[in-house]
């Protein structure tokens, strides 16, 4: 038997829900072709919606008010746009209104490089409205974790997955080193490209700290991000979602507000993500990310305020 | 085409009053009284200013809840905006109801929702609060039927009708043959916009379109509860029911008087049935009890 991926742990999950907790599972063509990247098993309380994802998510809202805590698979974020209405304006909103939580638990599922409305990655948006807890796991023992918080809260949770993450089956630890001079701060699939970039900036002889974001609400501004953000003296929130007024401007925001060190932050340029190169738009990469990791080091060293 | 569907005297069901027992008829209509004096009280009360939020009046619509609440009685309660007489009739505590107008914490969501939100969750009534995103309840309403098994009474207008979602959601549930009954209460507008200006198709056919049963009448409350007996072992299905608003759509002015006085069509109907001293009676404690309620 091979490790433990990602994929194998949403699906043994989602089996035990369905089978043993009286769950739910809606979603479109969830069991076509390959049952979501093989993250849906073949059991029972599985319900499969027809193209209406506005009344679709509605619907799994409606099953989460009687208590089936349903998940609702989004196959891909962008399709969030339509669903957000029946999560933003009801889900999140119930248990401040009315005492009563409406916990679904929201796949949203984020892939790269297919096109203008296949992806995008939209969880900053949830993070702007009241009444979400947001995160995004990206390996087997996280989503094991942020599903234990799930079943022990009554909100209804933004799990924004990555489909870059799918066959992992490795634990992402943050890496510190009390000589690291810049500290990165990744999220969702950025996550893999920040531990190479780490790697490729250890080659020339600069240390990096990498504190990993799984939660980005409620995001948890404590000792284990802040103590190396103050022994490095720099940072770098790293997104897979746009920059402008998303969750690496935010967390970067809290970051330097709490330590008063400045940090920037780093996304998708605010243009469309389009087919083809160079026009993609595509998730910082390692390359990237080194990239700005070299220029915030060069513009310390030379006295001046790292630009953007 | 439309044609002239919109009248009092739309499918209703001639001399069907008399085929109800009088308990059940005078049950009715103490129903009505109860949502009309507690809604009276609390226009005096806006016009007092002890009332400050915006209030979605039933006045000219008591008689769909009325009605169904006599026969819908194990069915959870997806409720639209305009929820007043939806939640009195069903037998939500009109104190709490009260309270909540007033945004006081011992309204029936602390205060803190308000008119076109209320939700009940005793007395054994199971209503959920709606949020004000029209017509947000009718998928919502599917997926608690899907859900839970249980049958459910989903309320909307003639504007939520025309969203998407809705003519989306009712699709599924007529795949799934959920138990719901669908209720449009039509009283012609959104906000003050006749339904002819905005669609030239009627839900009813959208609905029968869908596969299920449906039913085109006026608000006579006999007529409407005889049809929902009928109904409610046939889900799902869709009722369409024509009532005047004698408000507005939000707050408690009116516009001159509305097209018809169903209120006033029940009395004269009770009067017939030799039932005139007996609901004059249950009007006049209707009235005290709702009175007292918003003494100041
Ligand atoms: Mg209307």
């Not at chain 1, 599985?46 to 989004?74: H, N, Q, S, W």
């Not at chain 1, 000589?179 to 790697?199: C, G, M, N, Q, W």
């Not at chain 2, 969203?163 to 007529?174: L, M, P, Q, R, T």
Request: aromatic share 8%; with cysteine; proline share 5%.
């Amino acid at each position: 038997m091979g490790a433990v991926t990602v994929a194998d742990t949403i699906r043994e999950i989602t089996r035990v829900h369905l089978e043993s907790n009286n769950g739910m599972l809606l979603g479109q063509c969830v069991s076509a072709v390959g049952w979501v990247n093989n993250t849906v098993p073949d059991c029972r309380n599985i319900v499969e919606l027809p193209m209406t994802d506005v009344a679709g998510a509605g619907i799994a809202v409606g099953a989460a008010m009687v208590g089936r805590r349903p998940i609702f698979v989004v196959r891909f974020q962008d399709f969030l746009v339509l669903n957000g209405s029946a999560l933003i304006f009801y889900a999140a909103k119930s248990k401040e209104l009315h005492g009563r939580g409406t916990p679904i638990f929201v796949r949203a599922i984020a892939s790269d490089g297919i096109g203008p409305v296949h992806s995008g990655v939209l969880h900053s948006m949830f993070m702007h409205f009241p009444g979400f807890r947001v995160c995004s796991p990206m390996a087997p023992k996280e989503y094991e974790a942020i599903w234990a918080d799930f079943l022990a809260h009554d909100d209804p949770m933004i799990v924004s997955e990555h489909r870059a993450s799918f066959n992992n089956s490795e634990e992402l630890d943050d890496l510190v080193s009390e000589d690291a001079v810049i500290t990165l701060y990744p999220i969702s699939a950025t996550r893999f490209e920040a531990v190479k970039a780490a790697e490729m900036l250890a080659a020339e002889g600069i240390r990096c700290n990498v504190v990993h974001i799984l939660w980005l609400k409620p995001l948890v501004i404590d000792e284990r991000m802040t103590g190396p953000l103050c022994r490095s003296g720099q940072g770098l929130v790293v997104d897979a979602g746009h920059e402008i007024a998303g969750a690496s401007q935010a967390i970067a925001y809290q970051l330097t507000r709490v330590t008063g060190i400045p940090v920037l932050a780093m996304g998708l340029s605010d243009s469309t993500k389009c087919l083809c190169p160079p026009f993609q738009n595509r998730i910082p990469d390692a390359e990237r990310i080194a990239d700005a990791a070299r220029i915030l080091l060069r513009s310390k060293s030379s006295g001046g305020m790292a630009g953007g | 085409m439309r044609g002239n569907m919109r009248s009092a005297t739309t499918g209703v069901l001639q001399n069907i009053a008399s085929s109800f027992p009088a308990n059940e008829s005078l049950e009715i209509y103490r129903r009505m009284c109860i949502s009309r004096h507690f809604e009276l009280g609390l226009v005096r009360a806006v016009k007092e200013k002890r009332v400050t939020y915006p209030v979605y009046l039933s006045l000219g619509q008591e008689t769909v809840a009325a009605a169904l609440s006599m026969v819908l009685r194990d069915f959870m309660i997806f409720t639209q905006h305009r929820c007043h007489a939806t939640f009195l009739c069903f037998g939500g505590p009109a104190g709490k109801l009260r309270d909540e107008l007033m945004g006081l914490p011992t309204g029936t969501s602390g205060g803190r929702a308000g008119s076109n939100c209320i939700q009940c969750h005793e007395n054994g009534v199971t209503m959920f609060g709606h949020h004000g995103l029209i017509g947000e309840n009718v998928p919502q309403a599917v997926g608690a039927a899907l859900g839970s098994g249980r049958p459910v009474v989903c309320f909307f207008g003639d504007g939520a009708a025309e969203e998407d979602y809705v003519v989306a959601a009712i699709g599924f549930a007529s795949t799934h043959r959920l138990p719901i009954l669908f209720v449009c209460e039509d009283n012609d507008l959104s906000i003050l916009t006749p339904v002819e200006k905005r669609r030239s198709w009627r839900f009813g056919d959208v609905a029968a379109s869908l596969g299920m049963k449906t039913v085109e009448i006026a608000d006579d409350p006999w007529t409407i509860a005889d049809r929902a007996r009928e109904l409610k072992n046939d889900l799902p299905a869709f009722m369409n029911i024509h009532v005047c608003r004698s408000n507005w759509h939000v707050g408690a002015g009116t516009d001159g008087a509305p097209e018809w006085d169903r209120f006033s069509f029940v009395e004269s109907e009770l009067g017939m049935l030799g039932l005139g001293k007996e609901a004059a009676a249950v009007k006049a404690e209707s009235a005290d009890a709702m009175e007292a309620l918003w003494a100041p």
